[in-house]
Protein backbone atom coordinates (compact mmCIF):
# COMPACT_ATOMS: atom_id res chain seq x y z
CA UNK A 1 0.00 0.00 0.00
CA UNK A 2 1.29 3.53 -0.60
CA UNK A 3 1.43 6.19 1.67
CA UNK A 4 -1.24 8.76 1.36
CA UNK A 5 1.37 11.78 0.34
CA UNK A 6 2.55 9.27 -2.71
CA UNK A 7 -0.96 8.64 -3.55
CA UNK A 8 -1.36 12.20 -3.65
CA UNK A 9 1.72 12.66 -5.84
CA UNK A 10 0.35 9.97 -8.78
CA UNK A 11 -0.76 11.67 -11.93
CA UNK A 12 -2.40 9.94 -14.98
CA UNK A 13 0.50 11.18 -17.91
CA UNK A 14 -1.49 12.95 -20.80
CA UNK A 15 -2.04 11.20 -23.86
CA UNK A 16 0.63 11.28 -26.75
CA UNK A 17 0.68 13.89 -29.01
CA UNK A 18 -0.63 11.23 -31.62
CA UNK A 19 -3.75 10.27 -29.56
CA UNK A 20 -4.67 13.93 -29.05
CA UNK A 21 -3.86 14.52 -32.66
CA UNK A 22 -6.38 11.45 -33.80
CA UNK A 23 -9.00 13.17 -31.39
CA UNK A 24 -9.20 16.11 -32.48
CA UNK A 25 -9.71 14.73 -35.93
CA UNK A 26 -12.24 12.50 -35.05
CA UNK A 27 -14.54 15.90 -33.56
CA UNK A 28 -13.35 17.70 -36.85
CA UNK A 29 -15.15 14.85 -38.79
CA UNK A 30 -18.04 14.74 -36.62
CA UNK A 31 -18.84 18.26 -36.67
CA UNK A 32 -18.28 18.05 -40.14
CA UNK A 33 -20.86 15.81 -41.12
CA UNK A 34 -23.29 16.87 -38.49
CA UNK A 35 -22.85 20.65 -40.59
CA UNK A 36 -23.30 18.25 -44.10
CA UNK A 37 -26.49 16.95 -42.72
CA UNK A 38 -27.86 19.81 -41.55
CA UNK A 39 -27.94 21.58 -45.22
CA UNK A 40 -28.66 18.34 -46.89
CA UNK A 41 -32.03 18.31 -44.52
CA UNK A 42 -32.71 22.57 -45.16
CA UNK A 43 -32.77 21.77 -49.12
CA UNK A 44 -34.90 18.49 -48.96
CA UNK A 45 -38.19 19.53 -49.91
CA UNK A 46 -41.00 17.38 -48.65
CA UNK A 47 -44.92 17.71 -48.74
CA UNK A 48 -45.73 16.51 -45.35
CA UNK A 49 -49.71 16.70 -46.29
CA UNK A 50 -48.98 14.56 -49.36
CA UNK A 51 -46.83 12.58 -47.31
CA UNK A 52 -49.61 12.03 -44.30
CA UNK A 53 -52.36 10.86 -46.92
CA UNK A 54 -50.01 8.16 -48.53
CA UNK A 55 -49.15 6.65 -45.67
CA UNK A 56 -53.02 6.56 -44.62
CA UNK A 57 -54.07 5.56 -48.18
CA UNK A 58 -51.35 2.87 -48.61
CA UNK A 59 -49.60 2.02 -44.94
CA UNK A 60 -52.77 1.28 -43.37
CA UNK A 61 -54.11 -1.28 -45.60
CA UNK A 62 -50.94 -3.03 -45.37
CA UNK A 63 -51.11 -3.16 -42.37
CA UNK A 64 -54.36 -4.78 -42.05
CA UNK A 65 -53.65 -7.35 -44.80
CA UNK A 66 -50.84 -8.73 -42.21
CA UNK A 67 -53.47 -8.89 -39.55
CA UNK A 68 -55.26 -11.48 -42.01
CA UNK A 69 -52.53 -12.54 -44.75
CA UNK A 70 -53.95 -14.56 -48.26
CA UNK A 71 -53.12 -18.25 -48.54
CA UNK A 72 -54.25 -18.24 -51.77
CA UNK A 73 -50.75 -17.09 -53.20
CA UNK A 74 -48.42 -18.80 -50.70
CA UNK A 75 -46.91 -21.35 -52.94
CA UNK A 76 -46.49 -18.65 -55.49
CA UNK A 77 -44.90 -16.50 -53.60
CA UNK A 78 -42.49 -19.52 -52.11
CA UNK A 79 -41.77 -20.53 -55.55
CA UNK A 80 -40.92 -17.19 -56.86
CA UNK A 81 -38.67 -16.70 -53.67
CA UNK A 82 -36.44 -19.99 -55.00
CA UNK A 83 -36.37 -18.25 -57.89
CA UNK A 84 -34.58 -15.41 -56.77
CA UNK A 85 -32.69 -17.92 -54.75
CA UNK A 86 -30.82 -19.48 -57.45
CA UNK A 87 -30.54 -15.73 -58.78
CA UNK A 88 -28.59 -14.97 -55.97
CA UNK A 89 -26.86 -17.93 -55.68
CA UNK A 90 -25.48 -17.83 -59.33
CA UNK A 91 -24.93 -14.10 -59.66
CA UNK A 92 -23.09 -14.45 -56.03
CA UNK A 93 -20.64 -17.21 -57.47
CA UNK A 94 -20.55 -15.62 -61.04
CA UNK A 95 -19.07 -12.42 -59.17
CA UNK A 96 -16.94 -14.74 -56.75
CA UNK A 97 -14.82 -16.60 -59.29
CA UNK A 98 -14.26 -13.66 -61.72
CA UNK A 99 -13.24 -11.09 -58.82
CA UNK A 100 -10.55 -13.71 -57.42
CA UNK A 101 -8.21 -13.01 -60.09
CA UNK A 102 -9.15 -9.23 -60.29
CA UNK A 103 -8.71 -8.41 -56.45
CA UNK A 104 -4.46 -9.58 -56.89
CA UNK A 105 -4.58 -7.29 -60.01
CA UNK A 106 -5.89 -4.21 -57.63
CA UNK A 107 -3.48 -5.13 -54.55
CA UNK A 108 -0.88 -2.90 -54.23
CA UNK A 109 1.12 -4.93 -51.76
CA UNK A 110 1.02 -8.12 -53.96
CA UNK A 111 2.35 -6.04 -57.03
CA UNK A 112 4.82 -4.27 -55.24
CA UNK A 113 4.07 -0.87 -56.32
CA UNK A 114 1.12 1.29 -56.16
CA UNK A 115 0.67 2.14 -59.46
CA UNK A 116 0.56 -1.17 -61.13
CA UNK A 117 -2.70 -1.64 -58.82
CA UNK A 118 -4.09 1.43 -60.25
CA UNK A 119 -5.74 -0.01 -63.35
CA UNK A 120 -7.34 -3.09 -61.44
CA UNK A 121 -8.53 -0.57 -59.00
CA UNK A 122 -10.23 1.46 -61.47
CA UNK A 123 -11.68 -1.30 -63.07
CA UNK A 124 -13.73 -2.22 -60.24
CA UNK A 125 -14.43 1.22 -58.82
CA UNK A 126 -16.27 1.48 -62.37
CA UNK A 127 -18.19 -1.60 -62.17
CA UNK A 128 -19.11 -0.30 -58.31
CA UNK A 129 -20.49 2.66 -60.10
CA UNK A 130 -23.59 0.97 -61.98
CA UNK A 131 -26.12 0.02 -59.03
CA UNK A 132 -27.89 -3.21 -59.51
CA UNK A 133 -31.17 -1.81 -60.45
CA UNK A 134 -29.60 -0.10 -63.41
CA UNK A 135 -28.24 -3.35 -64.51
CA UNK A 136 -30.90 -5.36 -64.00
CA UNK A 137 -33.00 -2.60 -66.57
CA UNK A 138 -30.05 -2.94 -68.88
CA UNK A 139 -30.21 -6.49 -69.40
CA UNK A 140 -34.04 -7.17 -69.59
CA UNK A 141 -33.51 -4.77 -72.13
CA UNK A 142 -31.00 -6.45 -74.30
CA UNK A 143 -32.30 -10.27 -72.95
CA UNK A 144 -36.03 -9.30 -72.21
CA UNK A 145 -37.38 -10.28 -68.79
CA UNK A 146 -36.58 -13.45 -66.67
CA UNK A 147 -33.94 -14.78 -64.34
CA UNK A 148 -30.79 -14.03 -66.70
CA UNK A 149 -31.21 -10.69 -66.43
CA UNK A 150 -31.23 -10.53 -62.69
CA UNK A 151 -28.20 -13.27 -62.80
CA UNK A 152 -26.33 -10.97 -64.90
CA UNK A 153 -26.86 -7.83 -62.84
CA UNK A 154 -26.06 -9.79 -59.01
CA UNK A 155 -22.79 -11.22 -60.86
CA UNK A 156 -21.39 -8.44 -62.41
CA UNK A 157 -22.68 -5.69 -59.50
CA UNK A 158 -20.81 -8.86 -56.94
CA UNK A 159 -17.37 -8.59 -58.85
CA UNK A 160 -17.10 -4.94 -57.99
CA UNK A 161 -18.29 -5.25 -54.39
CA UNK A 162 -15.84 -8.75 -53.99
CA UNK A 163 -13.17 -7.34 -56.06
CA UNK A 164 -12.43 -4.50 -53.70
CA UNK A 165 -12.90 -6.37 -50.63
CA UNK A 166 -10.63 -9.07 -51.83
CA UNK A 167 -8.00 -6.67 -52.68
CA UNK A 168 -7.85 -5.23 -49.13
CA UNK A 169 -7.47 -8.51 -47.52
CA UNK A 170 -4.53 -9.27 -49.52
CA UNK A 171 -3.45 -5.55 -48.79
CA UNK A 172 -3.65 -6.49 -45.29
CA UNK A 173 -2.46 -9.91 -44.83
CA UNK A 174 1.04 -11.16 -42.45
CA UNK A 175 4.12 -10.45 -44.92
CA UNK A 176 5.95 -13.08 -42.10
CA UNK A 177 5.13 -16.30 -43.95
CA UNK A 178 5.61 -14.79 -47.66
CA UNK A 179 9.28 -13.41 -46.58
CA UNK A 180 10.45 -16.86 -45.04
CA UNK A 181 9.47 -19.00 -48.14
CA UNK A 182 11.03 -16.65 -50.52
CA UNK A 183 14.40 -16.21 -47.90
CA UNK A 184 14.41 -20.15 -48.27
CA UNK A 185 14.88 -19.70 -52.13
CA UNK A 186 11.11 -20.55 -53.06
CA UNK A 187 9.15 -19.16 -55.90
CA UNK A 188 6.81 -16.33 -56.37
CA UNK A 189 4.71 -19.61 -56.99
CA UNK A 190 4.82 -21.38 -54.21
CA UNK A 191 4.81 -17.88 -51.93
CA UNK A 192 1.50 -17.53 -53.33
CA UNK A 193 0.11 -20.88 -52.87
CA UNK A 194 1.63 -21.55 -49.74
CA UNK A 195 1.89 -18.07 -47.71
CA UNK A 196 -0.98 -15.59 -49.58
CA UNK A 197 -3.74 -17.94 -50.30
CA UNK A 198 -4.00 -20.26 -46.40
CA UNK A 199 -4.27 -16.45 -45.26
CA UNK A 200 -6.54 -14.73 -47.92
CA UNK A 201 -9.01 -17.59 -48.08
CA UNK A 202 -11.28 -18.00 -45.40
CA UNK A 203 -11.96 -13.94 -45.10
CA UNK A 204 -12.76 -14.46 -49.19
CA UNK A 205 -15.32 -17.13 -48.37
CA UNK A 206 -16.83 -15.43 -45.58
CA UNK A 207 -16.80 -12.14 -47.78
CA UNK A 208 -18.76 -14.34 -50.14
CA UNK A 209 -21.44 -15.62 -47.70
CA UNK A 210 -22.06 -11.82 -47.02
CA UNK A 211 -22.23 -11.00 -50.39
CA UNK A 212 -24.57 -13.34 -51.15
CA UNK A 213 -27.19 -12.14 -48.06
CA UNK A 214 -27.13 -8.80 -49.98
CA UNK A 215 -27.46 -10.51 -53.23
CA UNK A 216 -30.24 -12.30 -52.23
CA UNK A 217 -32.44 -9.00 -51.14
CA UNK A 218 -31.33 -7.37 -54.08
CA UNK A 219 -32.69 -10.91 -56.08
CA UNK A 220 -35.82 -10.13 -54.80
CA UNK A 221 -36.30 -6.28 -55.38
CA UNK A 222 -34.97 -6.57 -59.11
CA UNK A 223 -38.15 -8.45 -60.44
CA UNK A 224 -39.58 -4.76 -59.95
CA UNK A 225 -37.63 -4.17 -63.11
CA UNK A 226 -39.14 -7.83 -64.42
CA UNK A 227 -35.34 -9.63 -63.73
CA UNK A 228 -37.17 -12.94 -62.53
CA UNK A 229 -38.09 -13.63 -58.98
CA UNK A 230 -40.54 -12.69 -56.36
CA UNK A 231 -40.12 -9.10 -56.99
CA UNK A 232 -42.25 -9.86 -59.69
CA UNK A 233 -45.19 -11.28 -58.24
CA UNK A 234 -44.75 -8.33 -55.78
CA UNK A 235 -44.64 -5.71 -57.81
CA UNK A 236 -48.35 -6.86 -60.32
CA UNK A 237 -50.33 -7.24 -56.61
CA UNK A 238 -48.88 -3.91 -55.43
CA UNK A 239 -50.35 -2.26 -58.65
CA UNK A 240 -53.86 -3.80 -58.19
CA UNK A 241 -53.59 -2.83 -54.50
CA UNK A 242 -54.25 -6.44 -52.99
CA UNK A 243 -52.72 -5.43 -49.96
CA UNK A 244 -53.59 -9.49 -48.41
CA UNK A 245 -50.95 -11.06 -50.86
CA UNK A 246 -48.57 -8.44 -50.52
CA UNK A 247 -48.71 -9.33 -47.14
CA UNK A 248 -48.08 -12.86 -48.02
CA UNK A 249 -45.54 -12.15 -50.42
CA UNK A 250 -43.21 -9.73 -47.54
CA UNK A 251 -43.76 -12.35 -44.99
CA UNK A 252 -41.94 -14.83 -47.02
CA UNK A 253 -39.47 -12.68 -48.36
CA UNK A 254 -38.75 -11.68 -44.88
CA UNK A 255 -38.76 -15.26 -43.19
CA UNK A 256 -36.67 -16.25 -46.21
CA UNK A 257 -33.99 -13.90 -45.66
CA UNK A 258 -33.63 -14.21 -41.56
CA UNK A 259 -33.50 -18.42 -42.31
CA UNK A 260 -30.65 -17.35 -44.92
CA UNK A 261 -28.82 -14.95 -42.91
CA UNK A 262 -28.47 -17.12 -39.56
CA UNK A 263 -27.52 -19.86 -41.75
CA UNK A 264 -24.62 -17.65 -43.23
CA UNK A 265 -23.92 -16.06 -39.75
CA UNK A 266 -22.82 -19.34 -38.60
CA UNK A 267 -20.93 -20.21 -41.28
CA UNK A 268 -19.29 -17.24 -41.35
CA UNK A 269 -18.45 -17.61 -37.15
CA UNK A 270 -16.91 -20.98 -38.32
CA UNK A 271 -14.74 -19.70 -41.43
CA UNK A 272 -12.95 -16.66 -39.59
Given amino acids: MYPSSALDEIRIPDPPA ?30 WNRVASGLQRNLTPLLRGFSRPSGAVFNLAVQRMFESFNMAVV ?26 AI ?35 VGINSIGFLGKVFADIIEGIDPGPSEALLATGASPLHVFRYAVIPQVLPEFLSTVLYRFE ?28 RWEEISTILLVIVAFVIVVDTLSSFLRKKLV
Wanted: glycine residues 14%; aromatic residues 8%.
Fill in 18 to 47: QVRWARRVLWMIGLTLLVLMALCLLNISVD
Fill in 91 to 116: GTTIGGILSFPLSFLASSSLLGSGRL
Fill in 119 to 153: PGKAFLAGIRTFPELLLGIIFVSSFGPGQLAGIMA
Fill in 214 to 241: VNLRSSATLGLVGAGGVGVLLVQRIQFR
